[in-house]
């Protein structure tokens, strides 16, 4: 199996954290979201302790709640002492009214509004990952209206493309977030920053994509701006404390690709850090990562009730679900592999290639192309696997389709972190 909390009971029917998902779906319904919640303490506790181990102290991994935002989850992170990034308003409101103790949130984005800046020191968000010289001057501005000092890390880009998917690649000298170390523009932008009142610049951060399975890739980056704070430190007597090398290990959505350690790829980058801060002559700073999907893909899976099964004769064959591109846009958007079982009889002879279509009025309402399974009946279940990140949080109401419920599995039981959408709550703003 892809992952180990997934297996099939003596019934056929497919197991996830030890719960028969067929008995889930018949419980909650369908669409269903499932969380396996020991499964991202597990990340977030392996992402601790490697931190802990190879980085110096006071370095701490971020979960980026983009990649699945609730309530729950900001009370996990903070019962596990996590850090998160947070991106908007909305998920600032989220996490503060949580009781999540905002001081250990990280505010990114490219353009956050003087109404955001605003909002975000209200609730007293720790830090500002500031994108542009025009945000700072705002920060500056609204933080001393407040009396306060803003802690901010500034976001460049060390130029380096990961080759992963074109619209989650980041790190790029061109991309829209950030400020290039290549062209001046970052080292200028410290000289004002270190200039500006009411701000305090704890450092740099970067990110550089996406489904990355290899620490070369955070080794070049950090390479590239471990230069640049030497240069800081030479040119401005600036000393940065803390670098940020942002998000991205890869996740496995396939059996065909690799299977991880996070541990051995943060000691890896860890040994190529503290290796160049001796040859720069630097103190290592306190290191920041980023994860989202890795901390909740693979805590995540969606179970569907199969409905038309048709085949076109000589062409391709689909079998339509009952959510689609409202619960999960990824395959529509940059076409994201995923592993498709059929719940309910999951032992059985995969031999049934088929097109898995959602509901929706749009032909590019696809969950995955050419999946190998048994071939369903209508109202058998079937289960996509790995869909803990960027699924809930992408969720639309498109079609007025209501979004799923969440529901959280542990060792002592399932419980709703999300309830169903209803019609009335879709219905809720309509005047
Ligand atoms: C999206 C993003 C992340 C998380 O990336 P994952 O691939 O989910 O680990 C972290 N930091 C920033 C700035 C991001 O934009």
């Given at each position: 199996m892809i992952c180990d909390n997934i297996s099939v009971n003596a019934k056929g029917h497919l197991t996830f954290a030890g719960y028969d998902t067929t008995d889930l779906a018949q419980k909650y319904g369908t669409p269903l979201y499932l969380m396996d919640e020991d499964k991202i303490r597990e990340h977030i506790r392996e992402y601790k302790t490697a931190f802990e181990k190879f980085f110096p102290q006071g370095s701490m991994p971020e979960f980026a709640s983009k990649s699945f935002s609730c309530k729950q989850i900001y009370r996990i992170m903070a019962e596990e002492q996590m850090n998160i990034d947070v991106v908007s308003c909305g998920e600032i409101y989220t996490a503060a009214t949580a009781g999540f103790?905002?001081?250990?949130?990280?505010?990114?984005?490219?353009?956050?509004?003087?109404?955001?800046?605003r909002f975000a020191i209200n609730n007293k968000?720790?830090?500002f990952v500031a994108d542009s010289m025009d945000e700072i001057c705002a920060i500056s501005q609204i933080a001393k209206q407040n009396g306060i000092t803003q802690k901010i890390l500034l976001r460049v880009t060390p130029g380096i493309d990961t080759?992963?998917?074109?619209k989650i690649?980041?790190?790029?000298?061109?991309?829209?977030?950030?400020?290039?170390?290549?062209?001046g523009q970052a080292i200028e932008a410290v000289k004002e920053v270190l200039k500006t009142e009411n701000i305090?610049?704890?450092?740099?951060?970067?990110?550089?994509?996406?489904?990355?399975?290899e620490s070369e890739p955070f080794k070049t980056a950090s390479s590239i701006m471990l230069e640049f704070i030497k240069q800081v430190k030479t040119e401005l007597n600036y000393t940065a404390e803390m670098l940020?090398?942002?998000?991205?290990?890869g996740v496995r959505y396939l059996e065909s690709q690799p299977e991880i350690s996070y541990t051995e790829k943060i000691r890896e980058v860890a040994t190529a850090i503290n290796e160049q801060c001796s040859a720069l002559g630097i103190k290592v700073p306190k290191i920041a990562m980023e994860p989202g999907r890795s901390i909740v893909a693979d805590a995540g899976m969606t179970l569907y009730t199969v409905g038309s099964v048709k085949e076109i004769t000589g062409y391709k064959n689909y079998i339509s679900v009952d959510g689609g591109m409202t619960d999960n846009p990824r395959y529509t958007l940059y076409e994201a592999p995923y592993t498709v079982m059929l719940a309910s009889r999951a032992n059985d002879k995969a031999d049934f290639v088929a097109t898995i279509a959602g509901r929706c009025c749009e032909s590019g309402d696809i969950i995955q192309e050419n999946v190998n399974l048994p071939k369903p009946k209508r109202n058998e279940i079937l289960a996509v696997l790995t869909t803990g990140a960027y699924n809930y949080s992408m969720a639309s109401n498109y079609n007025r389709v209501p979004r799923p419920p969440v529901v959280m599995l542990n060792k002592n039981g399932d419980y709703v972190a999300v309830k169903r959408e209803t019609f009335e709550d879709i219905c809720s703003l309509d005047v």
């Amino acid at each position: 199996m892809i992952c180990d909390n997934i297996s099939v009971n003596a019934k056929g029917h497919l197991t996830f954290a030890g719960y028969d998902t067929t008995d889930l779906a018949q419980k909650y319904g369908t669409p269903l979201y499932l969380m396996d919640e020991d499964k991202i303490r597990e990340h977030i506790r392996e992402y601790k302790t490697a931190f802990e181990k190879f980085f110096p102290q006071g370095s701490m991994p971020e979960f980026a709640s983009k990649s699945f935002s609730c309530k729950q989850i900001y009370r996990i992170m903070a019962e596990e002492q996590m850090n998160i990034d947070v991106v908007s308003c909305g998920e600032i409101y989220t996490a503060a009214t949580a009781g999540f103790p905002m001081e250990r949130s990280f505010f990114h984005g490219n353009n956050k509004s003087d109404g955001d800046i605003r909002f975000a020191i209200n609730n007293k968000v720790g830090f500002f990952v500031a994108d542009s010289m025009d945000e700072i001057c705002a920060i500056s501005q609204i933080a001393k209206q407040n009396g306060i000092t803003q802690k901010i890390l500034l976001r460049v880009t060390p130029g380096i493309d990961t080759h992963t998917h074109q619209k989650i690649s980041t790190g790029n000298v061109d991309s829209k977030f950030g400020i290039a170390i290549s062209t001046g523009q970052a080292i200028e932008a410290v000289k004002e920053v270190l200039k500006t009142e009411n701000i305090s610049l704890c450092g740099f951060h970067c990110h550089i994509g996406s489904q990355i399975f290899e620490s070369e890739p955070f080794k070049t980056a950090s390479s590239i701006m471990l230069e640049f704070i030497k240069q800081v430190k030479t040119e401005l007597n600036y000393t940065a404390e803390m670098l940020n090398l942002g998000g991205g290990f890869g996740v496995r959505y396939l059996e065909s690709q690799p299977e991880i350690s996070y541990t051995e790829k943060i000691r890896e980058v860890a040994t190529a850090i503290n290796e160049q801060c001796s040859a720069l002559g630097i103190k290592v700073p306190k290191i920041a990562m980023e994860p989202g999907r890795s901390i909740v893909a693979d805590a995540g899976m969606t179970l569907y009730t199969v409905g038309s099964v048709k085949e076109i004769t000589g062409y391709k064959n689909y079998i339509s679900v009952d959510g689609g591109m409202t619960d999960n846009p990824r395959y529509t958007l940059y076409e994201a592999p995923y592993t498709v079982m059929l719940a309910s009889r999951a032992n059985d002879k995969a031999d049934f290639v088929a097109t898995i279509a959602g509901r929706c009025c749009e032909s590019g309402d696809i969950i995955q192309e050419n999946v190998n399974l048994p071939k369903p009946k209508r109202n058998e279940i079937l289960a996509v696997l790995t869909t803990g990140a960027y699924n809930y949080s992408m969720a639309s109401n498109y079609n007025r389709v209501p979004r799923p419920p969440v529901v959280m599995l542990n060792k002592n039981g399932d419980y709703v972190a999300v309830k169903r959408e209803t019609f009335e709550d879709i219905c809720s703003l309509d005047v």
